[in-house]
């Protein structure tokens, strides 16, 4: 079975196996995301409150499979993006359910690549 080569890392300039990360890489990594947590609001501020938790959970009773793959619903996710619009947050058109899967992985990539897009 062939493997892939190795790569040389942009941050110290070795070759590790495909997929490997280094520490430095790793580090920076980290820094990175801390970076962009300090600057996010947190959930409360950005609307997900105790009446999101009712409302998500009277969803999730009336919609209890994941829309992506019909395993178990896990939460309550926004279709479309909301960004702060309280209008489109409330939207019930704009809510669907999925499993944690299904969330955090293909919805957060497909989320990424239209933000690249634009």
């Known amino acids: 079975m062939p493997y892939r080569a190795p790569a040389i890392c942009t941050y110290c300039n070795q070759a590790h196996p495909a997929g490997v990360k280094c520490e430095r890489a790793l580090q920076a990594n980290r820094e990175r995301k801390a970076r962009f947590d300090q600057k996010r609001p947190t959930a409360r501020q950005r609307g997900y409150t105790a009446q999101w938790e009712r409302e998500s959970k009277a969803f999730m009773a009336v919609y209890p499979s994941c829309r992506r793959c019909g395993q178990r619903a896990a939460l309550v996710d926004h279709i479309e993006p909301h960004r702060g619009d309280q209008e ?30 634009k």
């Open 88 to 117: 489109l947050f409330w939207r019930r058109t704009n809510w669907q359910p999925l499993c944690t899967p299904c969330h955090s992985s293909a919805k957060q990539s497909a989320e990424r690549r239209d933000q690249k897009e």
